[in-house]
């Protein structure tokens, strides 16, 4: 079963399947977990965490004006006061990393108003953020071998926070979801599968708990994941922060929605829509609203029906909902709950909340993509006797409504990192992963810049300008070609190489054997988290071993032979399953022609009888290249070209 934002961002229809400075002091106390206290901690920190080893760890969250907050962890005691605002930090000495699970108190002065916080379970040990669109999305039910893999995923110190869908202009006041999970074979079937097989082998290798947090939309573009900082930092993207700035009149602050739950709350100025049906289908104006819409309606409870308990019932919902009697909460569905959308709803009233007389029903729904609201059929929606009579009341017909808050699409520049990723810019980390591409791969020159800057605007928002970034380089995907051609997706993998390799503590992990063409979400996850976790393992942990396959580094030219060297070549290079595939030479006109190709030790030799006097050379240039030269520990060779002697792209000393 798959994440309904998995498939329904990446296909763009709804199918069955689960700013500036300002911005990061605002995203920097977000989202307030939901607890029965005054004392409130954001999301991020709840049962079964991962903290970063080796380094301070903020705990932030909200009390009441002036109150002394202490946080107790690891043998560490931490105090804070309560601002005007309520907010209040403390941070957490760097601690080494332990798979001894440990719980952190969170406690108030006013002990009566604020009862004790535990948070259990806690381990200690390297947490990486991973992004990116569907391939990063893309869960361990949708692998290669998931049967197996799924049996076998029994790994009690690995643990995922999988972020769900929230484009937003501003940094969010709360997530209504959010909580870290423990890798076990009930929980893995929906754990993003790059970033399980990535923290699989990182865990097995250093021998300490990994966490991954996931923050991944379907087909969505770099220019979503951007930040202000990263934008602002090359003039090529100014035109990223006109059009957010453009975009941010339509989409205004939330509303303020204390008290719209309650029985007197005055909503005479609320507008009204007939239910059940979609509001985007309701003629009200609200074809292409996303985001939080409250509908509220009054009933008459008969006299017999006081003092018993009663069943609420309304059909599906889409998406998420939480539903209110007379003020009281009794029940709720959370947008990450699978099928979430096509689940119809019913909720305990208890006897104590039914009184005769006057009553009111309030629900707040949340949805993001296609249709929102309650859909089910009129003969779902009734309020009925729990003691099985046949005795109902219809709720299906008139409810006053009001929308809380409207949501940006997740096209627009920006809203997917101020929804997902800035308010964990905070939380100490270990680096990221980037897996994205394919939705840029029709203006790769413009690429360059984005992932430039994207890698920038991260680090400064994490305040850690060396934070590793490692990149998935886009796999092959589509028909093979006969002849060499030009290709959107062999441009776009060499500005993610380009890209990295100008930048310190950034790593490309090559793909281009792994992918299918038929099916731009390949299967085989495995190789792709391995590869990942190996670069990790070399370049971020400092373990000797072979982490890439053969990398070109430089070349000679000889009359019509061109002789290209080769480095990260292991036991030695082999062309795997014949001779050597995927070369192309041309002369000065750039007509590519393809090259017969040989290795010799390092070197791999490479002539055409159709150029005479070769002056460029590409090897894997295609969306799906023909391409198979590898290293003798099976890692294919990176794609690359030349021009004259210069190879790009080129490894800068030190890397």
């Known amino acids: ?247 941010s009149v339509n989409f205004p602050p939330a509303l303020d929605t204390k008290g719209w739950q309650a029985p007197d709350y005055a909503d005479a100025g609320w507008k009204t829509m007939t239910l059940p049906g979609a509001w985007e289908k309701s003629g009200q104006g609200m074809d292409k609203l996303d985001g939080a819409v409250w509908f509220r309606r009054e009933v008459t409870i008969p006299d017999t029906w006081a003092g018993k308990q009663l069943t609420l019932n309304f059909g599906p919902i889409d998406d998420g909902d939480n539903t209110y009697f007379n003020g009281q909460r009794i029940g709720g569905m959370n947008v990450d709950t699978p099928n979430v959308w096509k689940l119809p709803r019913q909720y305990t009233v208890p006897a104590t909340a039914v009184k005769a007389g006057r009553a009111v029903i309030a629900v707040r729904i949340t949805d993001q993509l296609g249709d929102g609201g309650i859909v089910g059929t009129p003969e779902q929606m009734n309020l009925v006797l729990a003691d099985a009579s046949a005795e ?95 290709s959107g997706w062999a441009a776009l993998r060499e500005a993610q190489a380009v890209v990295t390799a100008g930048i310190p503590n950034a790593e490309v992990a090559v793909t281009i054997d792994i992918g299918e063409a038929d099916n731009i979400h390949p299967k085989n996850k495995q190789d792709v988290g391995l590869r990942l976790a190996l670069l990790a393992l070399a370049k971020v942990y400092h373990q000797q071993l072979i982490y890439s396959g053969p990398v070109c580094d430089g070349l000679k030219i000889e009359g019509s032979t061109m002789h290209l060297h080769f480095t990260q070549i292991g036991k030695g290079m082999i062309a795997k399953g014949g001779a050597l595939k995927g070369f192309a030479v041309a002369g000065a006109d750039h007509k590519f022609a393809w090259a017969d190709a040989s290795i010799d030790g390092d070197t791999v030799t490479v002539k055409s ?47």
């Open 609 to 655: 009888d159709k150029v005479a006097t070769p002056v460029a050379l590409r090897y894997a240039w295609a969306d799906n290249p023909a391409c198979n030269l590898t290293n003798s520990e099976g890692f294919p060779a990176a794609p690359f070209r030349t021009e004259g002697n210069v190879v790009v792209p080129g490894i800068p000393a030190g890397k």
């Open 1 to 247: 079963m798959q994440s309904k934002y998995y498939i329904r961002n990446s296909m763009k229809i709804k199918l069955p399947f689960p700013l500036f400075a300002s911005v990061l002091l605002v995203s920097f106390f977000l989202c307030p977990a939901t607890v029965q206290a005054d004392v409130k901690l954001p999301r991020m920190f709840s049962d079964n965490m991962v903290l970063q080893q080796g380094r301070e760890v903020p705990v932030w969250g909200w009390a009441g004006k002036g109150e002394k907050v202490t946080v107790r962890f690891a043998s560490q005691e931490k105090t804070a006061v309560a601002g005007d605002d309520g907010k209040w930090m403390v941070k957490l000495d760097a601690m080494k990393a332990t798979s001894e699970p440990q719980a952190m108190t969170v406690s108030s002065s006013d002990i009566t108003k604020s009862p004790n916080l535990q948070i259990k379970n806690i381990l200690v040990g390297e947490v990486w953020f991973c992004s990116g669109q569907s391939n990063m999305a893309s869960i361990l039910s949708s692998a290669q071998n998931a049967e197996q893999e799924i049996k076998d995923a029994a790994y009690p110190q690995i643990r995922l926070f999988h972020t769900t869908l929230q484009s937003r202009i501003r940094p969010p006041a709360d997530w209504d979801v959010g909580a870290w999970q423990v890798c076990t074979p009930e929980m893995a079937p929906e754990f993003p599968a790059v970033a399980y097989f990535f923290a699989r082998k990182l865990h097995q290798q250093l021998k300490v708990p990994v966490g991954v947090v996931v923050s991944a939309v379907g087909a969505t573009s770099a220019e979503c994941w951007m930040n202000h900082e990263g934008a602002a930092s090359d003039p090529e993207l100014r035109g990223l922060e006109d059009q957010f700035t453009s975009e």
């Open 392 to 486: 109902k009341i219809s709720l299906a017909g008139d409810w006053k409504y009001a929308i809380e808050e409207s949501w940006p699409s997740q096209q627009i520049p920006m809203t997917l990192y101020m929804g997902m990723v800035s308010p964990w810019t905070q939380f100490p980390i270990a680096g990221f992963v980037w897996y994205q591409g394919e939705s840029n791969a029709s203006n790769p020159a413009r690429y360059h810049h984005l992932l430039r800057a994207l890698i920038s605007g991260w680090r400064t928002a994490w305040k850690r300008p060396d934070l590793p970034f490692l990149v998935v380089q886009l796999p092959n995907f589509n028909k093979e070609n006969p002849e060499p051609v030009e």
